[in-house]
């Protein structure tokens, strides 16, 4: 009884960590608000092996256009960044096709298809975001903070408008955020403390 309650304790507890973590981290480096008109949103794409967006990029898309400020998609620019790192079709192609066919998205789709590390989603999509207000990266938000602090590391200056994307929701992925945190603490070793300190 008592290894039970343990156990479920103990299952507890990770949940909440994995919230709390994943939480924490979609909120760094971002401003809490930004002004001006204009705003792009960047989804970073993950491998795909097949010739068919898969689960977890379908995911990142939906994160994508949900963090279109609401009533302005004719206003953003929704980017997508990924190369054909898994297959023959760019990562980039496939979120933009889902975008289009099956969410509806009727703003303007941008593919930036040449990527094929994190650095170079970055480093490739910033002629895209020189004219923007505000700028939202969209992904897992381990992986999403760790592009915000390339784009830091790259242009300070765009940087600065950096907003939070709405890729983290209380209970989504629920079961899943304990192994995304530990993979998120993994994928960050490289950052610096400052560069995980959410801005004022």
Do not use: C
Request: glycine share 10%; no cysteine.
């Amino acid at each position: 009884m008592r290894r039970r309650t343990g156990l479920a304790v103990a299952g507890v507890a990770a949940l909440a960590w994995g919230e709390w973590v994943n939480r924490r981290w979609s909120r760094a480096l971002v401003r809490r608000h930004g002004g001006g008109a204009s705003e792009a949103v960047v989804v970073l794409g993950y491998r795909n092996p097949r010739p068919r967006v898969n689960f977890v990029n379908r995911w990142r898309v939906r994160a994508g256009v949900r963090s279109v400020t609401a009533g302005d998609a004719r206003g953003t620019r929704l980017i997508f960044s990924g190369g054909a790192v898994g297959n023959s079709i760019a990562e980039a192609r496939l979120m933009a096709d889902y975008a289009e066919s099956v969410l509806t998205f009727d703003g303007t789709v941008l593919v930036e298809d040449q990527s094929a590390t994190t650095w170079e989603n970055i480093t490739n999509v910033i002629p895209l975001l020189e004219n923007v207000d505000r700028i939202k990266i969209a992904s897992q938000p381990a992986h999403a903070l760790k592009a915000r602090a390339y784009l830091r590391r790259q242009r300070p200056d765009l940087a600065e408008r950096l907003v939070r994307a709405d890729d983290y929701r209380p209970g989504e992925w629920m079961v899943g955020k304990p192994l995304l945190g530990l993979y998120g603490l993994w994928t960050l070793r490289g950052l610096t403390a400052t560069e995980r300190k959410a801005l004022p």
